[in-house]
């Protein structure tokens, strides 16, 4: 099977015989639907193919087509002209980059149609004259179709006011065309990461139908869990194989690593489809998407930002908190989400609220790994250090832990735990724990959760051992346990199998490590 990675032209991949998920079902709904859309999606998330098979489709390339939905929906293939912008490629930090790129665009097409601007320097005017002469050649509307339009932005976002600004005006005075020359259109698509509707940038003209969190357009890029099953068996079965487990049990490490993407309160899951099409070829599950390029703009605004993520994951919101993005530092969850790194992961229905929090472990890996390297400054891998701890769990070898857990602390720096009050020292401790833990979670079972007295600091679930942890900050691991006795916290796993150990810890805020350490196990009387 021939995977197409990296690829994103319909023409090669139905050419060449690359596997082709098929969505032009969809593709069909939106061309006859509606005229103008917007669909914010992650990076390689597949919105570059989808705009690639758009433009097969108004062109007219019937034969592209041939077997795949559309072809028994769409009975008139008529040619449409078609004008496709793609920002990808291009560094918008230099100072009229933007500029030269839409130039280059509108004069070739100016060419095309026989169009002479002579002394019309006005980059809206001159598309709108191609659009024009394009309709009437035609005797059709043209179709516009934007790759990444924000790209512009997101490179000085945080970077460069003046060119942000100066970037989003050029923008919005382009974009103002398509409601000049509404008459002269077909249909519009465009693309990109955020929904930058704070900064005005689609204020020039007729608000485009925004699809990103509509449920009926939420598989439109990406793979479902049914289209897993319907073009992959083989792939699953080719990796389980190489990795000597059954085809189920691969599925299972599949969904963990790339699926739980949600964009609607359907809740209808969406594989990677970067790492999913990834780990078939290589036929190993490891970490593609997020190693393939963090963006720049995104480790920018989280350590600028106040907030740390464990203040922001696992919480519901309104849409308007996390789908309009305005262009600060302050409130990092609209990036976080429309980057991919957060996704929908309940819906409150009564209150039209959603939870956001981690797709899968993939990305809660990787982004906890980063956070953790700018925040701690140590110089310790914090990922490998998270799955040192876990095996030692894993082997109920409490000591083993405990020593790798003071060394690791040990390692950050004295300035990045001084802090100047105690309020700032909890904070900091309890961060700290936050992302050791969560990075543990990726591969053993974790819980920060509430119980009828309290919420736990943390349980962790190995397949042998269940541990619960209570941490304190100058004081004593005999409180920490006895709070782990009087608020019940191992009531729930009176009937469970595995051995419980209830762990108290005690943290010094002027040394950073462990001050003092207590252990119970349940074979205690």
Same mark, same amino acid.
């Given at each position: 099977?021939k995977?197409?990675? %990296?690829i994103?032209? !319909?023409?090669?991949?139905?050419?060449d015989?690359?596997?082709y998920?098929?969505?032009? &079902?969809l593709?069909?709904?939106l061309?006859?639907r509606?005229k103008i859309?917007?669909?914010?999606r #992650?990076?390689?998330?597949?919105?570059?193919l989808l705009?690639? +098979?758009?433009?097969?489709?108004?062109?007219g390339r019937?034969d592209?087509f041939?077997?795949?939905?559309?072809?028994?929906?769409?009975n008139n293939?008529?040619?449409?002209?078609?004008?496709?912008?793609?920002?990808?490629?291009v560094?918008?930090n230099?100072p009229r980059a933007?500029?030269?790129?839409?130039?280059?665009?509108?004069s070739s097409?100016?060419?095309?149609y026989g169009?002479n601007p002579?002394?019309?320097f006005?980059l809206?005017?001159r !598309?709108e004259?191609v659009?024009?002469a394009a309709?009437?050649k035609y005797q /059709?509307?043209?179709?516009v179709?934007?790759?990444?339009?924000?790209? #512009?932005?997101?490179?000085v976002?945080? /970077?460069?006011?003046?060119l942000l600004?100066?970037?989003r005006?050029?923008?919005k005075?382009?974009?103002?065309t398509?409601k000049?020359?509404d008459?002269y259109?077909?249909f519009?698509?465009?693309?990109?990461?955020?929904r930058?509707?704070?900064v005005s940038?689609f204020?020039g003209f *007729?608000?485009?139908k925004?699809i990103?969190i509509?449920?009926?357009?939420?598989?439109?890029? %990406?793979?479902t869990?049914?289209?897993?099953q319907?073009?992959?068996?083989t792939?699953?079965?080719?990796m389980a194989?190489?990795?000597?487990c059954t085809?189920?049990?691969?599925k299972?490490i599949l969904?963990?690593?790339y @699926?739980g993407?949600h964009f609607s309160?359907?809740?209808?899951?969406i594989y *990677?489809p970067?790492?999913?099409l990834n780990?078939f @070829?290589?036929?190993?599950?490891? &970490?593609?998407?997020f190693?393939s390029?963090?963006?720049?703009?995104l480790?920018?605004?989280l350590?600028l930002?106040?907030?740390?993520?464990?203040?922001?994951t696992?919480?519901y919101y309104?849409s308007?908190?996390f789908?309009?993005?305005?262009?600060?530092?302050?409130n990092p969850?609209p990036?976080?989400?429309?980057s991919?790194?957060?996704t929908?992961?309940?819906y409150?229905?009564r209150?039209n609220r959603?939870m956001?929090?981690?797709?899968n472990?993939e990305v809660?890996?990787?982004l906890l +790994?980063?956070?953790?390297?700018n925040?701690?400054k140590? *110089?310790e891998? +914090?990922r490998?250090?998270a799955?040192?701890?876990?095996?030692?769990?894993?082997?109920?070898?409490?000591?083993?832990?405990?020593?790798?857990?003071?060394?690791f602390?040990?390692?950050? #720096?004295y300035?990045?735990r001084r802090?100047?009050?105690e309020r700032?020292?909890?904070r900091?401790?309890?961060?700290?724990?936050y992302?050791?833990l969560?990075l543990m979670?990726v591969y053993?079972v974790y819980t920060?959760?509430e119980?009828?007295?309290g919420r736990?600091?943390?349980?962790?679930?190995?397949?042998?051992?269940?541990?619960? !942890?209570?941490?304190?900050l100058n004081?004593?691991a005999?409180e920490?346990l006895q709070q782990?006795e009087?608020? %019940?916290?191992? *009531? #729930?796993?009176?009937?469970d199998?595995?051995k419980?150990?209830k762990?108290g810890i005690s943290?010094?805020s002027?040394?950073?490590?462990?001050?003092d350490?207590?252990v119970q196990?349940s074979d205690?009387?």
């Amino acid at each position: 099977m021939k995977y197409p990675i %990296g690829i994103q032209t !319909f023409e090669q991949i139905i050419m060449d015989g690359y596997i082709y998920v098929d969505k032009t &079902d969809l593709i069909y709904s939106l061309v006859t639907r509606g005229k103008i859309y917007f669909l914010s999606r #992650p990076r390689r998330f597949g919105k570059s193919l989808l705009l690639s +098979t758009l433009e097969n489709y108004f062109q007219g390339r019937k034969d592209l087509f041939e077997g795949l939905k559309i072809s028994e929906l769409e009975n008139n293939w008529l040619a449409y002209p078609v004008f496709h912008i793609d920002f990808n490629g291009v560094n918008f930090n230099q100072p009229r980059a933007l500029e030269a790129k839409l130039e280059g665009y509108i004069s070739s097409w100016e060419k095309i149609y026989g169009i002479n601007p002579g002394i019309d320097f006005n980059l809206g005017s001159r !598309f709108e004259n191609v659009l024009r002469a394009a309709a009437q050649k035609y005797q /059709r509307g043209a179709v516009v179709l934007v790759d990444e339009y924000d790209k #512009p932005l997101l490179d000085v976002l945080d /970077r460069d006011e003046k060119l942000l600004n100066h970037n989003r005006d050029i923008l919005k005075a382009f974009y103002s065309t398509f409601k000049l020359a509404d008459r002269y259109l077909q249909f519009v698509f465009l693309t990109g990461v955020t929904r930058f509707s704070q900064v005005s940038v689609f204020s020039g003209f *007729n608000s485009p139908k925004d699809i990103t969190i509509n449920e009926e357009y939420e598989a439109i890029c %990406g793979i479902t869990e049914e289209e897993l099953q319907l073009y992959f068996q083989t792939s699953i079965q080719e990796m389980a194989k190489r990795e000597e487990c059954t085809a189920n049990e691969m599925k299972q490490i599949l969904k963990r690593q790339y @699926d739980g993407y949600h964009f609607s309160e359907r809740m209808k899951d969406i594989y *990677n489809p970067f790492s999913i099409l990834n780990a078939f @070829d290589s036929k190993r599950p490891y &970490d593609f998407w997020f190693s393939s390029g963090t963006p720049e703009y995104l480790i920018r605004l989280l350590n600028l930002s106040d907030e740390n993520i464990n203040e922001i994951t696992g919480k519901y919101y309104d849409s308007s908190n996390f789908m309009d993005y305005k262009a600060h530092a302050e409130n990092p969850l609209p990036m976080l989400f429309q980057s991919g790194y957060l996704t929908i992961k309940d819906y409150d229905k009564r209150r039209n609220r959603f939870m956001l929090d981690f797709p899968n472990n993939e990305v809660k890996s990787g982004l906890l +790994t980063l956070i953790a390297s700018n925040y701690l400054k140590t *110089n310790e891998d +914090t990922r490998n250090i998270a799955q040192e701890m876990v095996f030692s769990l894993e082997d109920g070898n409490l000591e083993k832990f405990h020593g790798i857990l003071t060394a690791f602390l040990a390692e950050i #720096p004295y300035t990045m735990r001084r802090k100047e009050n105690e309020r700032e020292k909890e904070r900091y401790f309890h961060y700290t724990f936050y992302l050791i833990l969560r990075l543990m979670s990726v591969y053993t079972v974790y819980t920060e959760k509430e119980q009828s007295q309290g919420r736990v600091d943390c349980i962790i679930e190995t397949p042998k051992f269940v541990y619960i !942890f209570e941490f304190k900050l100058n004081s004593t691991a005999k409180e920490a346990l006895q709070q782990i006795e009087s608020k %019940g916290y191992a *009531n #729930p796993y009176k009937n469970d199998k595995r051995k419980l150990y209830k762990v108290g810890i005690s943290f010094s805020s002027e040394t950073g490590t462990i001050k003092d350490w207590d252990v119970q196990s349940s074979d205690e009387k």
